[in-house]
Nanobody, 126 residues
Framework: VQLVESGGGLVQAGGSLRLSCVVS????????LGWFRQAPGKGREFVAT????????YYTDAVKGRFTISRENAKNTVHLQMDSLKPEDSAVYYC????????????????????WGQGTQVTVSS
């Protein structure tokens, strides 16, 4: 399974970015999907996740009301719409896929994800 992110960049505080991740190699609907981020000197942090059907999603408190995760099963793509961006949102953002064999509909733990993309840089200036 390969995951390729796109859409990162430099934006001013208060602005928006839309990240996309294309998944290839296996049946897209077999995977719940998540977005994580990692800032310099910090560990990988959960941002958002969406179930295989798209019917369930969950966000870390820091992004609730500002970020929206969605998936397009026909295009094997997951998106992260990021609005009202803040400088503290600056990080490398990673897309990850979690196989249907794992227990639970969704997970916030990086160790529960089986495949990862290479990451895309998001920088928010103040």
């Amino acid at each position: 399974v390969q995951l390729v992110e796109s859409g990162g960049g430099l934006v001013q505080a208060g602005g928006s970015l839309r990240l996309s991740c294309v998944v290839s190699g296996r049946t897209f609907e077999d995977y719940a999907l998540g977005w994580f981020r990692q800032a310099p000197g910090k560990g990988r942090e959960f941002v958002a996740t969406i179930s295989r059907s798209g019917g369930a999603s969950y966000y870390t408190d820091a992004v609730k009301g500002r970020f929206t995760i969605s998936r397009e099963n026909a295009k094997n793509t997951v998106h992260l719409q990021m609005d009202s961006l803040k400088p503290e949102d600056s990080a490398v953002y990673y897309c990850a896929a979690r196989n249907r064999r794992r227990l639970g509909v969704i997970s916030t733990l990086p160790s529960e994800y089986d495949y990862w993309g290479q990451g895309t840089q998001v920088t928010v200036s103040s």
